[in-house]
């Protein structure tokens, strides 16, 4: 039988379309600035179609071969540091989810590593310390720092609470050991979790700039955001040449940014659509049930 539509349908339907077009209107917005005119965006005329079609931003980003080294660097980044970010967290949260009776040293950690998520020692020491490690202008300085993101661990261990100890008493009767409990039980009823996670992480490592611009002075081994971040903070006429300078007259501040952040959303949403149908399962794990 064919559902009847009715006034409360029709009006549910526009208002969730309105919605959505409010969300994608920003990522629109900044797509159409970054191939305008620089009169035309510094003037407020470019409001839902690019006005006086000018790729001079995007050349600008990808002319220089800095440009490519630095992205290497991000993937290289993200590949690396997710990989170290969910190994640590799985290693990390499975004891400390574990009874008391089992674990008794876990409440301790679990204030340790609280008192480390509320305090720090600040930026110069932490400057200090790289230095003191030999990871200055090291690619390491952009993954160990924070190897271990406490608050996505707290998850992890909410996330792993709600896997039924029953199973894990159930493998230990049978002779497993606990490498076996946490890769064949945990681990495989938490990819939801982990995926979540994940996205967490990716995002965090991709848009990560200021570590790069403390810890890292060859621009070589600059991630991707560091790079473009420095684009127009670091701009030097004297040593640029007449075609450079009237290129960069073509682009403004407006136009520049936009370009910026529409580079840097490009991988994201490449990648939000491979892991969103496990978001919202792994967010609603470990939430308080009624």
């Given at each position: 039988m064919k559902k009847k539509i009715t006034v409360p349908h029709i009006i549910i339907t526009i208002v969730l379309i309105l919605m959505a077009l409010l969300c994608l209107y920003p990522m629109w917005y900044t797509f159409i600035c970054s191939i305008s005119d620089r009169a035309y965006v510094e003037g407020g005329r470019v409001w839902f179609l690019p006005r006086g079609l000018n790729l001079a931003s995007y050349q600008r980003i990808l002319k220089d071969d800095t440009f490519f080294s630095s992205f290497f660097v991000s993937v290289k980044r993200v590949v690396v540091g997710c990989a170290i970010n969910l190994l640590l967290l799985v290693l990390t949260a499975y004891p400390l989810c574990l009874p008391q009776r089992r674990f008794p040293a876990g409440k301790y950690l679990k204030w340790f590593f609280m008192a480390n998520m509320l305090f720090s020692g600040g930026m110069i020491p932490a400057y200090v310390l790289m230095r003191q490690y030999g990871l200055f202008d090291?690619?390491?300085?952009?993954?160990?720092?924070?190897?271990?993101?406490?608050?996505?661990m707290i998850l992890m261990i909410n996330f792993f609470r709600n896997v039924p100890y029953e199973l894990n008493e159930s493998a230990t009767m049978d002779g497993a050991n606990p490498w076996q409990v946490l890769f064949r039980i945990y681990v495989p009823l938490s990819v939801p979790s982990l995926a979540c996670l994940l996205l967490f992480q990716f995002v965090g490592h991709w848009n990560s700039y200021f570590d790069g611009l403390i810890y890292i002075n060859?621009?070589?081994?600059?991630?991707?955001?560091?790079?473009?971040?420095?684009?127009?903070?670091?701009?030097?006429?004297?040593?640029?040449?007449?075609?450079?300078?009237?290129?960069?007259?073509?682009?403004?501040?407006?136009?520049?940014?936009?370009?910026?952040?529409?580079?840097?959303?490009?991988?994201?949403?490449?990648?939000?659509?491979?892991?969103q149908k496990y978001f919202t399962v792994g967010m609603t794990l470990g939430a308080v049930k009624g």
């Open positions: 090291s690619f390491w300085s952009l993954i160990l720092p924070g190897a271990v993101p406490l608050w996505n060859d621009t070589a081994k600059q991630p991707l955001q560091t790079y473009i971040y420095q684009l127009s903070v670091r701009i030097d006429f004297s040593t640029m040449r007449t075609d450079e300078i009237l290129a960069l007259l073509q682009t403004s501040d407006k136009t520049l940014q936009s370009a910026k952040v529409f580079v840097a959303m490009i991988p994201i949403l490449a990648v939000y659509p491979f892991i």
